[in-house]
């Protein structure tokens, strides 16, 4: 299976600063997240995506839309690509590093969740994907948080290393499942 993993086009919240990892928040592609969206719709169009998955966040997914249409594919959403729960929905991103800068990787705030358990969520979702044999060729939309999980598990890299990594808007990884 060969994925092609997405990080979101830029959103209101990514200009504003702010933290969002609830769903039901209605937080949006900017102008520009949607012309990253096209860019990237055009870098994948040349490949038979059969199978699309998305975040249930809606930037997330109206990068999903962006991308899928030129591909008679149907989006799903899944839970297991969602942004980490950060515990500052709505709140500046700055609180929740702040919050986390004694312990990355284990620390959490209010009802969030940690960096580790937010991976452990998104490597169950690729345990579950690669039991989708029907997919070939697989198009993820998500975050920068679970990009990171994404690169450390196809590149074996440390926790500590997965820190350091990065992805703008609409950043494309691909890697083989």
Known sequence: MHIYALRHGESEYNIRGLCNDDPARDVRLTGNGRIQAE??????????????????????????????????????????????RSGCDGRPVTEYFRNIAHDRLHARVGN?????????????????????????????VAHEETMRVF?????????????????ENCAILEFDL
């Open 39 to 84: 860019q990237a719709a055009r870098e994948v169009s040349h490949v038979r995506l059969d199978c699309i998955y998305s975040s249930e966040l809606p930037r997330a997914r109206d990068t999903a839309e962006i991308v899928a249409q030129p591909h008679a594919t149907t989006i799903h959403t899944n839970s297991g690509l969602n942004d980490i």
């Open 112 to 140: 969030g969740e940690t960096l580790l358990e937010h991976k452990q969520r998104v490597l169950d979702f690729l345990v579950w994907l690669a039991a989708q044999r029907h997919c070939r060729n697989v198009l993820l």
């Open 151 to 167: 690169a450390a598990h196809d590149g074996n890299l440390s926790d500590e290393a997965m820190l350091e990594l990065s992805f």
